[in-house]
């Protein structure tokens, strides 16, 4: 009798360590893991830290991934460069319109493109950006004295402008982010901006930018009606389904996806490395299941929602919905970043890989997020691409 009570003890305790050790899996497993499809090589994360200048991390870091694809060398340009000749030739364009147009930090893949094509590269180490005294890029003074700069220019009372006046401008920015090099030494070997850009074999005339909203006809390029679209730069128009066709096209293909989008829906999470984009009615729920959420508070249902504790039901995101949130404000052109592969979470679903650029130190993913496929359909204001990217089809649409 002793003995068997004794096995039981035993079976009882094994029985027990084994629940303990479930729940700590379980415990363990808690929130969303992620198993790569496609991961794509580019060059390491950037820190903007505390400036709007996402669009030029996000298009040079585009740009870096794309030389690395073709030649396989890998380079590190800067990003202050392409940030300083925008702001010049912004402020000539501000004052020509009276103040009557958007200034500031922010600008597009579109910028670095120009910039690229007009003035060249240069290299980190010729413009590293930081001349005065911080070792992260920190842009809210010289942004407010460069807005205060050109607004006193309009409003002068002189009532013609200085023939100097734009030389003072250009001398403020040298004054924050250093004198652009006219010369500069790479690899032994000495350039002027406009020959390095030459020299990488880069081609800005071979990328195309694309978006797709029903406001405008399909196929046909219009100018995007968003604030940091300064230049009033056109960009192609196309399906809903054809823009995640040619994002999935690029990605299986080995191409990077600079990527335009949304990141203040309260679906997306830092913290926790996921961007989703929640069904809120839950109408997969039944009995004792059903009862208990529909017995939850407005700020409940919202808490569980986005608890980011693992997978859950997305909204099936149509044009209706993307034209919606782009008229009433929803969505705007609020960041940069760059698509660099796919995965999939613990249940199947599929997610985009997204290189950002806001550090790594502290991070889950080091500096990465994972973007669902609902919230890249309804995020997104929009991509570049190599042309040779874009599905034939949708090059034929396009008369390209």
């Given amino acids: 009798m002793k003995n068997i009570t004794s096995w039981l003890v035993i079976a009882a305790l094994i029985v027990g360590y084994a629940a303990v050790a479930q729940e700590e899996e379980k415990t363990e497993e808690k929130g969303y893991q992620f198993t790569e499809d496609i991961f794509i090589d580019h060059t390491s994360v950037k820190n903007q830290y505390r400036s ?113 006046w734009h030389e003072g401008f250009d001398a403020v920015l040298d004054s924050y982010l250093g004198e652009i090099p006219e010369k500069f030494e790479y690899e032994g070997v000495e350039y002027t901006p406009r020959k390095f850009a030459d020299m990488t074999g880069f081609d800005p005339d071979k990328y195309v930018e694309l978006t797709s909203y029903s406001h405008r006809p399909y196929y046909e390029e219009f100018m995007m009606e968003i604030p940091d679209n300064w230049l009033w730069a056109s960009i192609w128009n196309i399906k809903l389904d054809e823009m995640m066709t040619t994002i999935d096209n690029a990605l299986e293909n080995g191409y990077t996806v600079n990527w335009g989008a949304d990141v203040s829906d309260k679906g997306f999470s830092w913290k926790n490395g996921v961007a989703i984009i929640p069904e809120e009615d839950k109408p997969d729920l039944s009995g004792t299941e059903k009862e208990k959420w529909e017995s939850l508070t407005a700020k409940e249902k919202q808490k569980a929602l986005y608890a980011f504790d693992g997978p859950v039901k997305e909204k099936t995101i149509t044009a209706q919905m993307r034209q919606e949130h782009y008229d009433n404000y929803m969505v705007t052109d ?57 599905p034939k089809t949708i090059r034929k649409n396009l008369g390209m």
């Fill in 52 to 164: 709007g200048t996402c669009w030029s991390f996000a298009g040079l870091s585009f740009v870096e991934a794309e030389l690395y694809r073709i030649t396989g060398k890998t380079y590190d340009f800067s990003e202050m460069f392409v940030v300083s000749l925008t702001y010049s030739d912004k402020a000539t364009k501000y004052v020509r319109m009276h103040g009557e147009t958007n200034f500031g930090g922010g600008a597009e893949m579109t910028d670095v493109l120009r910039v690229w094509k007009e003035y060249g590269i240069v290299p980190e180490t010729s413009c590293s950006g930081l001349n005065y005294g911080e070792e992260l890029h920190t842009h809210g003074e010289m942004d407010h004295l460069l807005k205060a700069y050109v607004d006193a220019i309009i409003k002068n009372k002189n009532r013609k402008l200085t023939p100097v």
């Fill in 334 to 390: 609020d960041h940069g970043m760059l698509l660099v592969g796919t995965a999939k979470d613990q249940d199947g679903n599929k997610f985009y890989i997204v290189k950002n650029s806001w550090g790594t130190e502290g991070h889950v993913y080091d500096g990465y997020f994972y973007a669902s496929e609902a919230f890249v359909k309804l995020q997104t204001v929009g991509i570049c691409v190599h042309r040779d990217a874009i």
